[in-house]
T-cell receptor, first 113, second 110 residues
């Protein structure tokens, strides 16, 4: 398996623009997680899905953030409108049975100018 | 909810020496404790994990110990090598997703 695949690897956008981050989890995994990594706050859980259904989105910072999982092999995280404080590395991870081993993608480094 | 504290935030060791990173957690329901290694520009990679029914686990130069009573667990790396230089994260979970410590930047000096 190729592992968790995220795209794009890098994204630079202007403040106010819409940004969409994409994730393909490991085939057969039934949990998908979106994390954000910053120097100040470390790795923070934003939202997670089980069998394509959002379970807990309490970590989503604002209504500007939304996430979807239309099928078992694809998820998106959207920020609209983007702000400079959204600059961070966003990771997608997947696992079997939720609290078992989580495997991370390579991340998307987002810079909002 | 769960809270994970990790120490130290930075650690420098001479090549060949041992490195120890310590974490504490708050939720007694947590029963799974993985450790991740993150190299520059990459995602965190699982290197070893331990469950609450085990006190110690080893994998070559890496070992983890768990003290459930005290709610702390540690990562031990022996005979460190330059390629061990990275940021290491501990994490904990029970019936909820992983909660991570803030990370330890390990530098192995040749």
């Amino acid at each position: 398996d190729a592992g968790v695949i995220q795209s794009p690897r890098h994204e630079v956008t202007e403040m106010g623009q819409e940004v969409t981050l994409r994730c393909k989890p490991i085939s057969g995994h039934d949990y998908l997680f979106w994390y954000r990594q910053t120097m100040m706050r470390g790795l923070e859980l934003l939202i997670y899905f089980n069998n394509n259904v959002p379970i807990d989105d309490s970590g989503m910072p604002e209504d500007r953030f939304s996430a979807k999982m239309p099928n078992a092999s694809f998820s998106t995280l959207k920020i609209q409108p983007s702000e400079p404080r959204d600059s961070a590395v966003y990771f997608c991870a997947s696992s079997l049975k939720g609290t078992a081993k989580a495997f991370f993608g390579q991340g998307t480094r987002l810079t909002v100018v | 909810g769960e809270n994970v504290e990790q120490h130290p935030s930075t650690l420098s060791v001479q090549e060949g020496d041992s490195a120890v990173i310590k974490c504490t957690y708050s939720d007694s329901a947590s029963n799974y404790f993985p450790w991740y290694k993150q190299e520059l520009g990459k995602g965190p990679q699982l290197i070893i994990d331990i469950r609450s029914n085990v006190g110690e686990k080893k994998d070559q130069r890496i070992a983890v110990t768990l003290n459930k009573t005290a709610k702390h667990f540690s990562l031990h790396i022996t005979e460190t090598q330059p390629e061990d230089s990275a940021v290491y994260f501990c994490a904990a979970s029970g019936n909820t997703p992983l909660v991570f410590g803030k990370g330890t930047r390990l530098s192995v000096i040749a």
